[in-house]
């Protein structure tokens, strides 16, 4: 039983890391000499790197508000799980924790999904999707798969 705890809480930390760099780290959408990413837009030219804040347009108001939450909601479960953990009855479920990593795992998928449908072409076509939007598609099924885990885990009689 310690070992299923033990993987269980290795998986959400490594969620937990995975969110936080998919939405802190500047490769989103990059080609050529650009990249751009939830919070600037930035530039190579002349041998400098320049950067601009994010456009101030709703969607990616909207895709960095659902990014935060998804992170504050895996971090929330992550203290309601270490607090269950210990303060849970014999033989309960870790509901409150489940739900609030499946929820996390929602804001994670909408976020990635508006980006997707919304995400910024420079009109020459050579703009891909970065490593950092990536990762946020990888957290998606892994907390979600990480808060069904919590469903069906019961503290050992």
């Not at 895996?74 to 924790?97: D, E, H, M, N, Y």
């Not at 609030?100 to 990635?112: E, G, P, T």
Request: aromatic residues 14%.
């Amino acid at each position: 039983m310690l070992l299923i705890l033990l993987g269980v809480l290795l998986l959400h930390l490594i969620i937990l890391i995975l969110l936080i760099v998919s939405t802190a780290a500047s490769a989103w959408s990059v080609g050529g000499d650009r990249s751009t990413d939830l919070w600037y837009s930035c530039m190579t030219t002349n041998g400098g790197y320049h950067c601009k804040p994010a456009s101030s347009d709703d969607w990616i108001q909207a895709v960095q508000a659902l990014m935060i939450l998804s992170l504050l909601f895996c971090f929330f479960s992550l203290i309601a799980f270490v607090f269950q953990l210990f303060k849970l009855v014999k033989g309960g479920r870790f509901f409150f924790t489940a739900i609030f990593q499946i929820l996390a795992s929602v804001f994670v998928m909408c976020a990635a999904i508006i980006y997707t449908v919304m995400s910024p072409d420079d009109g020459t076509g050579s703009t891909q999707f970065g490593y950092a939007y990536v990762l946020a598609w990888v957290a998606f099924p892994l907390c979600l798969i990480s808060g069904l885990i919590y469903i069906v885990l019961r503290k050992k009689e």
